[in-house]
């Protein structure tokens, strides 16, 4: 089919626009972004002072799967992680299902608590656990009068750590679930019930297998956040090896086994991104995962 | 596919909108297959056409939105291709009228003087105008989304019609009003169009209001023109059986050539025991399987006698606002309509349909092409 | 049950917000909670700290700066992806997207090594260029959702009157983006005041944003002025979250339509 030179030159024209409205942002990505990601790899392969095979090595590899704490420290995480994603499940659940009913009558309100802390300061309220938690406040009195023993209460505990990291990431659980409850039809309910379903079989026949894509997308989420956070486990954590994200904070910032974390970074990159790759291959609607957003809050 | 059919004027006279072989695919389907049009300058042409088959598509090539992949777009002689939109000085209403959400109806019929920088007196005054034209005076500093559906239509045509476009297109602007608005609101229109004179396309899906509003109608399918011609001549003389099954809701019923007169250019047909007459296009060969396209108010209905073997019985009556209908059966089922006055034929009761012969329409049934598998 | 574990939620949520504002106001020298007393003198203390203060300062423009730009370059980006797609704006898409799904950890550490590479040391420059990694995806993926929901043919008829794909530009897209520039703008303020992930690989002493102070506070020093810290934290993420919930409704904004209903 034979275009008109005119016609060409406007498609042109309109692709140098759209590509000129990008250049900036894009030029921004290719250095820093991914020539920072690049250096990662770079640091991963690295070979360490003092050797001189030149060349690359997968010596931080090895390292990594090696060490001993190694393997205490994925247990460790993925015991919290999905610990923390347990309690986002059954805190964030009942929550997603009351912000989306229609009867509801204090949806608001409750969507502003549970929901706000998205935008809200997370280092900021880690102070809240720490007050609450610490020696010499009243929870760590009151388990001091229980159970005796130290006088520093739940702080630098694993149940800390979950604790904190549950209120962290339970919007997103909530935002995961509601959106996908968006497909269910208070009426679908009522339909089941009239065709004779108790209210328990509605709500594991039609209910769930309707919201069970939220529910995935927001565990995975979760899941991956969990794993990636370092501050709330260095703010409320006990020995400081607790979690993967801390180690590598502590290879890299305290350390100084430059090639080690990025080792670990570099595994920790490719499965998050696997998980979120599925995470959004499963989250009913595309737009959800951009509230995997507040990631950042305190990742 | 290139003959180009004249809408209006007299031949010798230069069109003021040509369409050439206008050909665009989208999604890999043929949208328009070659579309040739006229529009002669101060005419009002009517597209019609079922839903899909290209109209919006054909509006945006004209104002520019969509290139085309073939053909080509002239006004007054100069080719647009090359034109963007904002240069075309084309007015346009869309089929959810578009307003600036973010600016008041003032602002949103001032906007294209604004862009050809009209000094703010002229364009008080003129947008001052239009609102009085369209009855919108009180509604100046109101925004969008506070007006009713016909208010936002107005406002729409109003702010096409504000820089004095060379052509108007409007894209089914009654389709979002209800039954009772759209017919005050069709006649609205054409004064409107005919006051200012201007060139302008009317697109609508609904035959009715192409019928009402326009000189002339082009009938439009799967992207190609069926037919251009006055709303007679649609009714009386459909150039095929897309167009005559799509205008009047017709009754379409099979049947086979018997004889044909070469002479009224028609034929006997026999369907059953059945037989009558329609008009052709083309000689037929007896044998010849058609399709008989005849609209209810042309079928007359008569009490058989005694004497005729009755192969008809009344079924049921509907009642619409126009009269009445009756649907009777025989070979065939037919409606057919009858003033409320007429006599009462009770249901079971045996009747004689009839019509006169170029009244009635027959196409031959075209074999289907061996390549319709792979649709 | 369900009524019970909602309720439960929504204490758990506010709880440690809630809880720092009060340790705050605590007039004894204990971190811990209940407060001993109630007085102000640890907010007399932290501002009086001239490191807090420039810190404070630090985090205020970065986060400005931040703002700013990041929602421009968004826009940009985000009228480029939905008016002119083609198969490269979706690949630049997907990469500008990336980084909601990359570990802010390993995005830190790439440019801590890469700023390390080339000599460059914490300013306000080399902070900010890590920033609008992270914001950016927040703001595009909010500005192309709101730019999708727009009528296309607004801009047609636009065009039909004579604007210029400037005019349409200024005059018609960006008007009606207002309130998504506005909201992205407020989100990624507060991702930027608040942000430690990212943020604790790229300052240095003696250069440093209040989040950052505060965790390193945390490890040394055992005083309620960190919790007045936090609390002034807290106070700019509540005032964005109000605004937010005044200009455009909360749950509009997370939802776009509310959820379901
Ligand atoms: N971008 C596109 N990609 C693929 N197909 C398209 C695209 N746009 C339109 N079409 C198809 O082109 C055909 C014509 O569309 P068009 O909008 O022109 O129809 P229309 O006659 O205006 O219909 P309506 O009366 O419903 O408004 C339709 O079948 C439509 O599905
Ligand atoms: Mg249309």
Redesign the interface.
């Known amino acids: 089919?034979?275009?008109?030179p005119?016609?060409r030159?406007?498609?042109l024209s309109?692709?140098a626009?759209?590509?000129l409205?990008?250049a900036?942002?894009?030029l921004?990505?290719l250095t820093?972004?991914?020539?920072?990601?690049?250096?990662?790899l770079v640091?991963s392969i690295d070979v360490p002072p003092g050797v001189d095979s030149g060349g690359a090595t997968l010596a931080h590899y090895r390292d990594v799967f090696g060490s001993a704490p190694i393997g205490a420290i994925v247990l460790r995480t993925l015991r919290d992680s999905l610990a923390t994603v347990a309690g986002c499940l059954?805190?964030?659940v009942?929550?997603?299902?009351?912000?989306?009913a229609?009867a509801s009558r204090w949806k608001?309100?409750?969507?502003?608590?549970?929901?706000?802390?998205?935008?809200?300061?997370?280092?900021?309220?880690?102070?809240?656990?720490?007050?609450?938690f610490?020696?010499?406040?009243?929870i760590?009195d009151g388990l001091t009068a229980l159970f005796g023993g130290k006088p520093t209460g739940l702080l630098y505990t694993e149940a800390a750590i979950i604790i904190g990291l549950?209120?962290l990431l339970?919007?997103f659980m909530v935002?995961s679930v509601?959106?996908s409850?968006?497909h269910?039809e208070e009426d679908m309910s009522k339909a089941a019930l009239s065709l004779g379903a108790t209210p328990l079989s509605v709500l594991l026949q039609v209910e769930l297998p309707l919201i069970f894509p939220g529910i995935l997308s927001g565990a995975l989420i979760v899941f991956?956040l969990s794993t990636?956070n370092?501050?709330t486990a260095?703010?409320l954590g006990g020995s400081g090896r607790d979690l993967v994200?801390y180690e590598?904070?502590l290879d890299?910032?305290v350390y100084f086994q430059?090639g080690r974390?990025?080792a670990l970074?570099?595994l920790?990159?490719v499965v998050?991104?696997a998980l979120?790759?599925l995470a959004?291959q499963t989250g009913v609607q595309r737009?959800e995962?951009?509230?995997?957003?507040?990631?950042?809050?305190?990742? | 596919m290139s003959e180009t059919v004249a809408a209006g004027g007299p031949p010798e006279q230069e069109a003021f909108l040509q369409l050439r072989d206008v050909a665009k695919n989208l999604g890999g389907n043929p949208v328009l297959a070659g579309v040739s049009l006229d529009v002669f300058e101060g005419d009002l042409l009517g597209l019609l056409g079922p839903s899909g088959s290209g109209k919006t598509t054909l509006l945006n090539i004209i104002g520019g939105f969509t290139?085309?992949?073939?053909g080509s777009v002239r006004i007054a002689g100069q080719d647009l291709?090359?034109l963007?939109p904002h240069r075309r000085d084309i007015g346009i209403t869309f089929q959810k009228y578009a307003l600036f959400p973010h600016l008041t109806v003032f602002d949103n019929i001032g906007f294209g003087l604004r862009q050809r920088k009209v000094a703010a007196p002229e364009l008080r005054q003129r947008v001052g105008e239009m609102l009085a034209v369209l009855g919108l005076t009180g509604l100046a500093g109101r925004y969008p989304r506070s007006l009713s559906g016909g208010e936002q239509q107005r406002v729409a045509l109003a702010r096409a019609l504000a820089v004095r476009p060379r052509l108007m297109l409007l894209d089914e602007p009654l389709a979002n009003l209800d039954a009772a608005l759209r017919q005050r609101v069709r006649f609205e229109i054409r004064e409107i169009l005919r006051s200012t004179g201007v060139t302008s396309i009317f697109v609508t899906h609904d035959q009715d209001e192409a019928f009402a509003l326009c000189d002339r109608v082009a009938v439009l399918r799967g992207g190609r023109i069926q037919q251009i011609g006055t709303p007679a001549e649609l009714i009386y003389q459909p150039a095929n059986a897309f167009v005559a099954r799509f205008i009047g809701s017709p009754n379409v019923f099979e049947a086979s050539v018997q004889h044909y007169d070469a002479q009224t250019q028609s034929i006997r047909f026999v369907r059953d025991r059945f037989t009558g007459a329609a008009c052709v296009r083309a000689p037929l060969t007896p044998g010849t399987r058609v399709e008989v396209f005849v609209r209810p108010d042309e079928v007359v209905i008569a009490r058989a006698d005694d004497v005729q073997p009755a192969k008809f019985r009344v079924k049921d009556w509907v009642h619409l606002v126009s009269g009445r209908e009756a649907w009777i059966e025989g070979p065939i089922t037919l409606r057919a309509r009858l003033p409320s006055e007429a006599t009462h034929l009770e249901r079971g009761a045996a009747v004689i349909p009839s019509w006169r012969p170029e009244r009635a329409h027959a196409f031959a049934i075209e074999p289907a092409p061996p390549a319709a598998a792979t649709t | 049950m369900?009524r019970v574990?909602?309720v439960?939620?929504?204490v758990?949520?506010?709880?440690?917000?809630?809880?720092?504002v009060l340790?705050s106001l605590t007039a004894g020298q204990?971190?811990?909670?209940?407060p001993q007393g109630l007085s102000l003198r640890w907010y007399e203390v932290i501002f009086a700290d001239p490191d807090f203060r420039d810190a404070l300062l630090t985090s205020l423009t970065l986060a400005t700066i931040t703002s700013l730009l990041a929602v421009s370059?968004?826009a940009?980006?985000a009228?480029?992806?939905v008016?002119?797609r083609?198969r490269?704006?979706a690949l630049?898409e997907a990469?500008?997207l990336s980084?909601?799904?990359?570990?802010?950890?390993?995005?830190g550490?790439?440019?801590?090594?890469?700023y390390g590479?080339f000599g460059l040391r914490a300013d306000l420059l080399t902070l900010t260029?890590?920033h609008?990694?992270?914001?950016?995806p927040?703001a595009l993926?909010?500005l192309i959702?709101s730019l999708a929901g727009m009528d296309r043919q607004i801009e047609h008829a636009a065009a039909s009157l004579g604007a210029t794909?400037r005019a349409i530009l200024f005059q018609v897209i960006l008007p009606q983006m207002k309130m998504g520039l506005l909201g992205a703008a407020i989100?990624v303020f507060?991702?930027s005041?608040?942000?430690?992930?990212?943020t604790?690989?790229l300052v240095q002493p003696g250069y440093t944003t209040v989040?950052i102070m505060?965790?390193g506070m945390?490890e040394n020093q055992v005083l309620p002025s960190?919790?007045a810290a936090?609390?002034i934290?807290?106070l700019?993420?509540?005032l964005?979250?109000i605004l937010?919930?005044r200009l455009i409704g909360?749950?509009r904004f997370?939802?776009?339509d509310g959820?379901?209903?």
């Open positions: 089919m034979q275009v008109a005119a016609i030159s406007s498609r309109r692709r626009t759209s590509l409205l990008l900036p942002t894009t921004l990505y820093v972004y991914l020539g920072g990601l690049v250096m990662v640091m059954l805190l964030g009942p929550v997603a299902r009351y912000i989306t229609s608001g309100i409750v969507l502003m608590a549970v929901l706000s802390p998205l935008m809200v300061s997370a280092i900021g309220r880690i102070f809240g656990w720490i007050a609450l610490g020696p010499g406040s009243v760590a549950t209120n339970l919007p935002l509601a959106s409850r968006a269910f991956s990636t370092f501050v260095a703010l994200g590598i904070y890299i910032l430059q974390g990025a970074a570099m920790l990159l998050v991104v979120m790759a959004i737009h995962v951009r509230d995997t957003a507040a990631r950042t809050r305190g990742t | 290139d085309l992949d073939a291709t090359a963007p | 369900m574990l909602v439960l939620a929504v758990f949520a506010t709880l440690p917000g809630v809880i720092v340790a204990s971190l811990a909670f209940p370059l968004s940009l980006a009228i480029s992806i008016r002119y083609s490269a704006t630049i990469m500008l980084p909601l799904a990359v570990p802010h950890i390993v995005i550490i790439g440019i801590l090594q890469l590479y260029l890590g609008l990694i992270i914001t950016i927040f993926r909010m959702t794909p989100s507060i991702l005041f608040d942000d430690v992930a990212l604790v690989f989040p505060l965790f945390a960190i919790h936090s609390v934290l807290l700019a993420s509540w964005g979250v937010i919930d909360f749950d997370l939802f776009r959820p379901s209903g």
